[in-house]
């Protein structure tokens, strides 16, 4: 990469904290809290059009993203949604269809779309300041890629802290030469929820940032193994597919049947622990990678995280529950197979301890990263506390740390450890990332006190970000640049 491009990286994912005003990092846009250019735009590569694959079809859409009013069951609420629905309209597509979408900005602020968990080439990734502009109020922005691997991913805004309000929705990619062993499949969305209760997520934001340090030393961590503290947002509620436990939605199948449930973290700052009454889990894929199939009772979901699940439904009316870690509260939705007419509700899911990690799930062989040597090693310390609210990687916001370069071809390991008293689910743009298991993911819990080595193939050349899968950490600055020599 050269030194002109290199030194327009930077400043479009952070937009708080006084490093960006300070006007040390150059940068093609830089955005307020408010989403107001600060900085006149420079051009981007126009990506290339592109046909879909042999046998695949074209899925075009365009999403309108603008305040709204949507009701999550009996609750109304003003939020920001992609064409009026919260989450917004979910993406089916199989291996080989091109998406062609077209994000139509009726927004008071600047916004993007990023493709969580798709190793798209850069240009099309949605990352503003990185990859693209962001796109103006009364803007319009065409994402057009091919579907390459299948899977369960999320979309949503990658300006600010907008996935906190309702911009974000499920995108699946389905599998022509794998069917899977199952009858029916549902997607399940959960989020941490706080917008139009009389706060706005950049009000949130704010909140959290204008907290003034406290002139003591630090005070310890109350961390229970194995994510530390709670998030510092304080959620009046918790959601499935936008609904409140008092209005839950609800699946409605046949009991003997098989239910693949895509589940996706949306969450801002909530770690989940998800189980269903009265049945077993068999996962079956993570991040969109197939596992070894592996029962449990309950599973831990970190935001941005996805599970595929299995599940033989009974007879009855089961609700499906999502805690988040450390916090009252809870999301739930109802899976019923029953004919009778007065359902009564099965009981409860026991979160009975062990609850299956990341860490404890195995790849299938057709999932694992080649065998080869390391050709090149870096460091990401995360770093920050969350009073004075702020957050780092490497000992320095994003704008004022080093990016980590590689080369093309090149097979880097990253070696992150997490200094904080808090869980940080860690995401990386472009690429995926195999655990010490041998599991793939893009995005990757890593638990306080922690380091886990993680290993990448450098194959889709580009600048992508690294960050903090939390935007609020995100934006008080737990990101940072991987760059293509
Ligand atoms: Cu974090």
């Not at 920001?80 to 009726?106: F, K």
């Not at 599998?175 to 706080?194: F, H, R, S, T």
């Not at 008092?246 to 998800?274: E, K």
């Not at 592996?294 to 831990?300: K, S």
Request: one cysteine or more; aromatic letters at 6%; a neutral charge.
């Amino acid at each position: 990469m050269d030194t002109s491009r290199r030194s327009l990286i930077g400043g479009g994912l952070a937009i708080t904290g006084t490093w960006l005003l300070g006007g040390c990092v150059p940068a093609r846009t830089r955005s307020g809290p408010d989403g107001a250019s600060l900085q006149p735009t420079m051009p981007y590569p126009t990506p290339p059009r592109l046909a879909p694959a042999a046998g695949g079809t074209v899925v075009e859409k365009t999403l309108r993203a603008a305040p709204t009013t949507v009701d999550l069951g009996g609750l109304l609420v003003d939020t920001w949604a992609y064409s009026d629905v919260m989450p917004g309209p979910g993406l089916d597509a199989r291996v080989g269809d091109l998406l062609r979408i077209t994000l139509d900005n009726q927004l008071p602020a600047d916004t993007s779309l990023h493709w969580h968990g798709l190793a798209l080439p850069n240009g099309v990734d949605g990352a503003p300041g990185m990859t693209q502009n962001s796109i103006a109020p009364g803007g319009r922005h065409l994402y057009e890629f091919v579907a390459q691997r299948p899977g369960t991913y999320l979309y949503g805004a990658h300006v600010g802290v907008q996935l906190d309000r309702g911009l974000y929705a499920s995108l699946t990619i389905a599998d022509p030469a794998e069917p899977g062993d199952y009858d029916d499949e549902w997607i399940v969305v959960l989020d941490d929820w706080v917008d139009g209760t009389g706060r706005t997520p950049d009000d949130v934001l704010r909140a959290l940032t204008a907290t003034r340090p406290t002139t003591s030393a630090q005070t310890g961590s109350t961390s229970t193994a194995p994510f530390g503290d709670p998030g510092r947002v304080n959620y009046p509620y918790y959601l499935v597919n936008g609904a409140l436990p008092a209005a839950p939605v609800s699946y409605r199948g046949r009991p003997g049947r098989r239910l693949r449930l895509r589940v996706i973290n949306a969450a801002s700052d909530t770690i989940f622990t998800l189980a269903v009454g009265g049945h077993r889990l068999t996962v079956t894929h993570a991040d969109g990678f197939r596992v070894a199939p592996r029962e449990t009772a309950a599973l831990h979901i970190g935001q941005g995280e996805r599970y595929d699940l299995l599940v033989n439904l009974g007879d009855g009316v089961f609700p499906l529950v999502a805690r988040p870690w450390r916090r009252p509260g809870q999301a739930m939705a109802l899976i019923r197979t029953t004919t009778g007419m007065a359902p009564a509700v099965g009981r409860l899911p026991e979160f009975t301890k062990p609850v299956l990690q990341a860490t404890e799930l195995t790849p299938d062989d057709s999932a694992r990263l080649p065998g080869r040597p390391t050709d090149v090693f870096a460091r990401l310390r995360l770093g920050g506390q969350a009073d004075p609210y702020g957050w780092t990687i490497n000992g320095a916001p994003f704008g004022r740390n080093n990016p980590i370069t590689v080369f093309q071809g090149q097979r880097l390991q990253l070696d992150v450890t997490n200094a904080t008293t808090s869980a940080h689910p860690l995401h990386l743009h472009g690429h995926t990332m195999a655990m010490p298991n041998g599991l793939r993911k893009d995005t990757v819990l890593i638990p306080p006190s922690t380091t886990i080595p993680l290993q990448l193939d450098a194959t889709n050349p580009g600048a992508w970000s690294i960050h903090c899968q939390n935007p609020y950490h995100a934006e008080t600055g737990m990101a940072i640049a991987l760059e293509y020599r």
